[in-house]
């Protein structure tokens, strides 16, 4: 079944670490989007991309990078200049022309 | 200011029965969509429903329907004859412009949690 995987499903962060979150898709999609959700909040745009090895930043980039080196991969990195990246992590991809967009399940990343 | 508000945090409806879940939103561009997605326990965004600002008639999709009021800027989300299933997290979005290859991302309000009672 088409869709889209991310992994971990929950992620630990020590002080001053990088972690990588993972997010593949195999519905062909050629736009691809992380979004941060904090408890009680809606989604708040961090990355997007629209095509391989081109993407922009989002409402709030700062202490994020990603890359878009093939089409089904858009992996978010959470480096240690992000302070407070305790949130659920959401990957999404787009479908067509109505931007309805497909969602992941998500990860769920914690400071220790 | 807020370009999506959802101002009920939380909402109990009794199975069987319809509830409203509100959404406002503010845009000066003529050309948008309105989205509706469904977030369960579980994590994941489901879309339920989708209303472009020039669709003559208002969309529905199964028990969902939307209610889109266009000089009020409101686009309440209609579930009919409610059921335990649909006891989620419920987040209205909205994309500005016309769609294009280069279109940006969709602005999120901040949810409604509805519970559905036995």
């Known amino acids: 079944d088409g869709g889209i995987t991310q992994s971990p499903k929950y992620l630990f962060r020590k002080e001053g670490q990088n972690v990588t979150l993972s997010c593949e898709q195999n519905l062909n999609h050629d736009a691809m989007y992380w979004y941060r959700q904090d408890p009680g909040q809606g989604l708040r745009l961090i990355y997007y991309s629209q095509i391989v090895n081109d993407f922009q930043k989002g409402d709030i980039a700062e202490g994020y990078s990603v890359s878009r080196e093939k089409k089904e991969s858009f992996p978010l990195t959470v480096t240690s200049a992000q302070k407070n990246p305790t949130a659920f992590y959401l990957c999404a991809s787009r479908q067509g022309v109505n931007e309805k967009l497909f969602f992941g399940s998500g990860t769920q990343l914690s400071v220790l | 200011a807020q370009k999506i508000t959802q101002t009920q945090p939380g909402m109990f409806v009794q199975e069987k029965e319809a509830v409203t879940l509100d959404c406002t939103y503010d845009?000066?561009?003529?050309?948008?969509?309105l989205f509706w997605y469904k977030q369960p326990s579980s994590g994941e965004m489901i879309f339920l429903i989708y209303q472009g600002s020039y669709d003559q008639q208002n969309a529905t999709e199964g028990r969902y329907s939307l209610n889109f009021q266009k000089a009020r800027k409101s686009a309440n989300l209609v579930i009919s004859a409610s059921q335990l299933g649909d006891s989620a997290m419920y987040f209205c979005a909205m994309r500005e412009g016309p769609y294009s290859g280069s279109a940006r991302q969709l602005t999120f309000g901040s949810g409604t949690q509805l519970t559905v009672l036995p």
């Open positions: 845009t000066s561009d003529p050309s948008y969509g």
